[in-house]
Each structure stands twice: as C-alpha cells, then as structure tokens.
C-alpha cells in the first residue's frame, strides 16, 4: 500500500502560522518609531513595551507548554492564535503609554507556548529522522514572516497608518485558526486521510500524558542537558531579539535610512536565517542517517553555528555602510539559525511524551533574554550614541553559546 502524506499538510499548517507569528510580532519594530511620535514615548519606554511582551511570554510559557502536553495541540494551538491576534488588533488601539504596555503583556501572555505546542504537534505527525527537517521548515517559516513583515509592514503603514496594520495582520491570524481546528487531529490515526502505511511510517503514538500524570519535573530541573539548553537558548535570542525590535530604527537613526528602505534591509537578516532554518534541519537530519551518532549530529552543528554568528555579530558592529552593517548581520542570523531545528528536534526528543513541556522551559530562557535584550539595547544607546555597542555584547553571548553545546546531550531521554 502507497502510504499517504498528511504529516505534510501538518507541516504546511505548521509552517504558515509560523509566517504569521512573526508578521506579527516584527510589526511593532517597524512601527516603533511612529508609535513613539505619535504616543510620545522615550527610547526607554519603547524598550519596555518590547520587553513586556518577553516578560509575560516567560511566566507562561512553561504553563502554554505543559497544557499542550496534557490536553492536546489542536486546543492549545487554536486558543495561541486566536488570542495573540486578537491582541496584534488592539495593539493598534493603544492609546497611550500604559494601554499599549498592559496590551503587549496580554500579547506575551496570550501567544506563550505556541511553539513548544507546534513543535510537539510535529513531533507526533513524523518519525524521529524526520524531525530536524521538519522544525527546519517550521523555523524557515518564523523568519520568512520576520523577513516579510518589515518591508510589508513599511509600506502598509505608509498607506493606510500603523493601526490599520495591525489589524490586518490581527485577522490573517484569525483565518488560519478555523482552518487548523477543521483539519488538524492530535493523533494520526484519528485523521480519516491517513492510510496504514503512514501510520507505520510515522511510528507510535504518542499520546498526551493526561490522566493526572505530571510531567517528571525533577528530572527536568537536574538535568545538565535541560540546563544547558536553556542557557544555550538565552544566548540564542539575545542578538536576535535586536533584529525584530530595534534593527530599523538602529538603521534610521544611526545610518539616515528612509522608514521604506529600513524596513527592505531589516528583512534581510531574518531572510538568511530561513535559509539557515531549512538547510541547518536538512544537514542534521542526513548526518544522523549518514553517522548513527545522534550526539555530534546536533552538537556539531550547534557549536559551529553560535560561533559563525559571533563573528557576523562582531564585523557588522564595525561596518560604515548600512548594506554592509546587514550583509554581516545576515550571515550571523543564517549561521546561528542552523542550530534552531537541532535545538527543537533535540529538547522535544530529551523531552519525549512530555516534549511540549521541556520544549516551554527551554523557550522560556529566550524570554527572559529577549527581555534584556531590549531594555540593554536602549541602555547601550543611550550611553554609546548608537546601537553598536549591542551588536559586540551579542557577539560575545553567541560564543558562549557555542560552547554551552559541548554540554548538551541529545541521546538523554529524562521520561527513560
């Protein structure tokens, strides 16, 4: 019997509302400049609306993960998205300082968990040697809709204002979720489109733990490998976090570029990181079937990743021209976006039947750095005069970073 493809249609789902997680949540770095004229807030205060969102996307992010686990991802995910895009429209209501900050916490708060449940939800429509691929298309998508949204979002708002733009980004998140509640089942089996032969293909099934069965949390808090993959995900989204908040106006204001033409160059980073989404869960995927040595399949490409992003990181601080500024930049998010689909196909595997859960508490540390990475950035502008001093801090958190791989082993399973 051919066996069907479902476990793609999943992946597509999985991949769209990636694009649109990141439609949404770069859509504020672009309008940054316009809602501090037109709010009259200060660098500082900018710096808290974006980290507000960090802030509340940390405290639940670890609760969105384990609810996913217990109850199933065709709830959880459905309820992520609806939430945050109903949130993305009243970002565009705010009105004054504390309305627009208490609406990027709800926002934090309300998309907390969507991809540790995403990436639990492709755990369990493709079979282990599929899966760095899997959550490579999935993270392709993130930085397709991060590389997207600035050149989108610049010439939305230049025609019809920043409010208006995010409501239209709001509703485009409000079509997929009754699309992925009419298709998507938690188990494959249960999908009347999947045949036998793709139920063998795909493998076990792994059911949500339910029952009122907790997830091993000693476990969890005295692995050294969950530890180290949570500082290693700190250091991921510090310099990241930089791209999809203050990289426009770092263009505008340290380089004179127009709101347009920072919005075409900011997306060119998060361009070269989707090409390293796909191409760093590719490698990975074919090193394991190639060696047998899951090991050095993720740990290599996550070592060698951090490192080349170091050093993009570090040039692009010493660049005069703002192609060039980008160019460097753009290598950095390519390289260090190679280790994004090892670093979720290797917590949901450490994780197992509670792979959402491992999942939130690894994502949760790039909360908490996407947090310092905002207030920081400001801070270093205010006392620099420019944003350069961030992009040699960034370079210096991705080379430990690297090195917190060496520490990471992605044969553990905590629930063996």
């Known amino acids: 019997m051919r066996?069907?493809?479902?476990?793609?249609?999943?992946?597509?789902?999985?991949?769209?509302?990636?694009?649109?997680?990141?439609?949404?949540?770069?859509?504020?770095?672009?309008?940054?400049?316009?809602?501090?004229?037109?709010?009259?807030?200060?660098?500082?205060?900018?710096?808290?609306?974006?980290?507000?969102?960090a802030l509340s996307y940390a405290i639940f992010e670890i609760p969105s993960g384990w609810w996913g686990d217990r109850i199933g991802q065709r709830k959880v995910m459905t309820r992520i998205v609806a939430c945050w895009s109903a949130?993305?429209?009243?970002?565009?209501?705010?009105?004054?300082?504390?309305?627009?900050?208490?609406?990027?916490?709800?926002?934090?708060?309300?998309?907390?968990?969507?991809?540790?449940?995403?990436?639990?939800?492709?755990?369990?429509?493709?079979?282990?040697?599929?899966?760095?691929?899997?959550?490579?298309?999935?993270?392709?998508?993130?930085?397709?809709g991060g590389s997207m949204a600035p050149v989108l979002a610049a010439y939305l708002m230049a025609g019809i204002g920043w409010r208006a733009t995010f409501a239209v980004?709001?509703?485009?998140?409000?079509?997929?979720?009754?699309?992925?509640?009419?298709?998507?089942?938690?188990?494959?089996?249960?999908?009347?489109g999947v045949n036998e032969a793709e139920l063998r293909h795909i493998g076990p099934p792994s059911a949500p733990h339910?029952?009122?069965?907790?997830?091993?949390?000693?476990?969890?808090?005295?692995?050294?490998?969950?530890?180290?993959?949570?500082?290693?995900?700190?250091?991921?989204?510090?310099?990241?976090?930089?791209?999809?908040?203050?990289?426009?106006?770092?263009?505008?204001?340290?380089?004179?570029?127009?709101?347009?033409?920072?919005?075409?160059?900011?997306?060119?980073?998060?361009?070269?990181?989707?090409?390293?989404?796909?191409?760093?869960g590719a490698f990975s995927d074919w090193l394991v079937r190639r060696t047998g040595n899951l090991r050095w399949s993720r740990r290599g490409i996550g070592f060698t990743g951090f490192l080349l992003a170091g050093t993009g990181s570090l040039f692009s601080a010493f660049a005069r021209e703002p192609f060039l500024a980008v160019l460097c930049l753009a290598i950095a998010q390519c390289s260090h976006d190679m280790t994004l689909p090892v670093s979720w196909a290797t917590v949901t595997d450490v994780g197992g039947r509670f792979g959402g859960t491992t999942s939130a508490f690894m994502n949760m540390a790039s909360s908490l750095s996407a947090m310092v990475s905002s207030v920081s950035a400001a801070w270093l502008m205010q006392t620099f005069g420019s944003f350069h001093a961030t992009l040699v801090v960034a370079s210096g958190v991705y080379v430990i970073g690297g090195f917190l791989w060496l520490r990471i082993d992605p044969a553990e399973v905590l629930e063996a």
């Open 210 to 280: 339910g029952h009122g069965e907790q997830p091993p949390w000693r476990r969890i808090f005295s692995s050294g490998t969950m530890w180290a993959l949570f500082g290693m995900y700190f250091c991921s989204a510090y310099g990241f976090w930089f791209s999809v908040t203050w990289l426009p106006t770092f263009l505008m204001k340290d380089y004179g570029l127009t709101l347009e033409r920072s919005g075409l160059y900011s997306s060119l980073p998060l361009a070269g990181g989707a090409l390293g989404c796909v191409a760093g």
């Open 169 to 192: 980004f709001g509703l485009t998140g409000l079509v997929w979720c009754a699309v992925f509640w009419r298709w998507y089942r938690d188990d494959p089996a249960e999908h009347p």
């Open 87 to 144: 949130f993305t429209i009243l970002t565009g209501v705010a009105w004054n300082y504390p309305s627009l900050l208490a609406t990027r916490f709800a926002f934090g708060a309300g998309e907390s968990g969507a991809f540790p449940t995403l990436s639990r939800a492709l755990a369990r429509w493709f079979p282990p040697h599929e899966r760095a691929r899997a959550n490579g298309v999935m993270w392709m998508g993130a930085r397709s």
């Open 3 to 53: 066996k069907t493809s479902k476990r793609y249609i999943v992946l597509l789902l999985g991949f769209l509302v990636s694009v649109i997680t990141y439609l949404d949540r770069v859509c504020i770095s672009v309008a940054a400049p316009s809602i501090t004229k037109d709010l009259g807030l200060s660098a500082m205060q900018m710096g808290y609306v974006f980290s507000v969102f």
